[in-house]
Structure formats: C-alpha cells, structure tokens
C-alpha cells in the first residue's frame, strides 16, 4: 500500500508555469505506476499524464501535450508534474494516484487504488 501527498499547486498567470509534486509513503513506490488527473468542478475526472514504474514510459492527454512533463525519482519516492504555457482552462483540482500495473488503463481513473488529497491550480486571464 501507498499512500501519497501533493504539493505545489497555486494561482498562476496564463503563459505562467507551476511544478507539482507527489511524495509517496513505502518502500514500494518503485513498484508502483502513477498518474496525474485533475478535476474542474462541475466536470468528470480526466486524465492528464502517466508514467511507468521506472519512468521510461510516459503518457499525456492530447491537450497538455508539449506543455506538461511528468517525471520520477525513485531514490526520493516522488513524482513531479511540471506544466509550462499554462491556460485559464488547465484550471483544476489535481491528484496523483498510483497503481502496481500501469498497464493499457492508465488513463481510466478506476483503475487506480491510491489517491492523493489533491492540489488545487487556478490559471488567471
């Protein structure tokens, strides 16, 4: 089991860039495949970025494509959520959340057993 903490979520410009980080608990976290969502209220959970055990494979929903980069480091049982070129739309609650087999699923939030409390990230106009 795992439990896992985020940080560094804020108010931001448009154009401005935020780093977001998720600290895990357990000798495990290696083990385990995270990704990162978010939530806008009134709206469903969506995926935003997934990465591997090892962090050779990386995932992300066409629309932070090019602007976000998620990244690992096991030795410290953190992964980072860095987002670039930020917009009024990426507004949101985000969580990470971990799995022990990233596997095809990982962009369905169900498939996730471990969850974050969430970091809130607004995006001014």
């Known amino acids: 089991q795992v439990q896992l903490v985020e940080s560094g979520g804020g108010l931001v410009q448009a154009g401005g860039s935020l780093r977001l980080s998720c600290a895990a608990s357990?000798?495990?976290?290696?083990?385990?495949?995270m990704g990162w969502f978010r939530q806008a209220p009134g709206k469903e959970r969506e995926f935003v970025a997934a990465i591997s055990q090892s962090g050779s494979t990386t995932y992300y929903t066409n629309s932070v494509k090019g602007r976000f980069t998620t990244s690992r480091d096991n030795a410290k049982n953190t992964v980072y959520l860095q987002m670039n070129s930020l917009k009024p739309e990426d507004t949101a609650l985000y969580y990470c959340?971990?799995?022990?087999?990233?596997?095809?699923?990982?962009?369905?939030?169900?498939?996730?057993?471990?969850w974050g409390q969430g970091t809130q990230v607004t995006v001014s106009s």
């Open positions: 959340a971990g799995k022990e087999s990233l596997g095809k699923m990982y962009g369905d939030y169900t498939s996730y057993p471990y």
């Open positions: 357990g000798r495990t976290f290696s083990s385990y495949g």
